[in-house]
């Protein structure tokens, strides 16, 4: 099997290709490392939470040393959850044009070697979980039955992107226990308007592989909403607004926070106008587009903290 052929659809031109030496490629592969959106994607919670204890409890900003600390274990647990996943659906991603050439059905990486690098990601993860205080430790460690649950999902549901979302918003829980050492009403609210915004961002991501999950058996929102997407997208971002700006202003958060939810709205919506479910690499643009949408969110909430502090 030729390089080019390995790569996966959407990972052409990235480091992992360009920079990595060949030993490594599958295993950075098989973490996601050639292509970041989705530890960005998970991080993003992790450092929203983390501003907003940072405006709860009056500093100038998030704390720096939790903000790095969040971002090398979102990337090493992404890439463990990844690799989890590979494992699980091994013979179905040899179905799917766009999975085929993953680590695993490719054959570069066999389950043994796979199921080591794993385990050796989790223990990185491990580390960085431990330089949090008791709490903080255990609200990391009971997120682990919802990633090992969430490759089984898209089998027999088709609500996948709820699990995930369960998931991928678990950070909205850490970033506050990590300042306050407890789990207040703030972040429950932050942790609700994560899940619906990952739903919704999943939905069009889903939207590239519709019709190999037709034939294959593979259940999503994406399956379930059709032609209804946009207008059931509307509604779960306007939730994830609405749930998002609760938080922040039950934390304190003032006007500067609202003029950045307003611009983090404004970028939902306009999603939902560009979307078309049959345009695979718009929809690809378009989830990819979640990550700016998250950071001028991190921005509105680390410049409210600092502008509260100040005046």
């Not at 599958?26 to 405006?55: E, N, Q």
């Not at 766009?98 to 796979?114: D, L």
């Not at 032609?227 to 749930?243: D, G, H, K, S, W």
């Not at 690809?284 to 600092?306: Q, V």
């Amino acid at each position: 099997m030729s390089e080019a052929s390995e790569r996966v659809a959407d990972s052409v031109g990235n480091w992992v290709d360009d920079l990595a030496p060949d030993w490594s490629r599958p295993y950075l592969r098989l973490a996601r490392f050639d292509r970041p959106i989705g530890a960005w994607l998970l991080l993003l919670p992790c450092w929203w939470s983390a501003a907003l204890a940072g405006i709860a409890d009056g500093r100038v900003g998030p704390r720096i040393d939790h903000l790095a600390l969040f971002f090398v274990g979102a990337f090493v647990m992404r890439g463990a959850g990844c690799t989890w996943n590979d494992i699980v659906d091994r013979n179905l991603d040899g179905s799917v044009a766009r999975t085929r050439s993953r680590p695993i059905p490719s054959g570069r990486v066999s389950v043994v070697q796979a199921t080591a690098f794993m385990a050796a990601l989790a223990l990185v993860g491990l580390a960085v979980l431990l330089q949090f205080n008791w709490f903080t430790v255990a609200t990391g460690l009971a997120s682990l039955g919802v990633v090992a649950i969430y490759p089984f999902m898209k089998r027999i549901t088709y609500w996948p992107q709820v699990v995930l979302g369960l998931a991928f918003s678990w950070g909205a829980l850490m970033g506050w226990p990590a300042v306050f050492g407890r789990i207040d009403l703030s972040p429950v609210l932050l942790y609700a308007g994560s899940i619906v915004w990952v739903i919704a961002y999943d939905t069009i991501y889903a939207h590239q592989d519709r019709e190999d999950d037709v034939l294959i058996g593979i259940k999503s929102t994406a399956r379930l909403f059709a032609e209804r997407t946009p207008t059931i997208l509307a509604a779960f971002y306007t939730a994830a607004v609405t749930l998002i700006g609760a938080a922040a202003f039950t934390a304190g958060a003032g006007v500067v926070f609202a003029l950045g939810l307003a611009a983090f709205a404004g970028h939902l919506a306009w999603q939902v106008r560009r979307l078309d479910i049959d345009d695979s690499d718009l929809c690809l643009m378009l989830f990819k587009s979640n990550r700016d949408a998250g950071l001028i969110l991190f921005a509105a909430l680390t410049l409210d903290a600092l502008v509260q502090h100040w005046w």
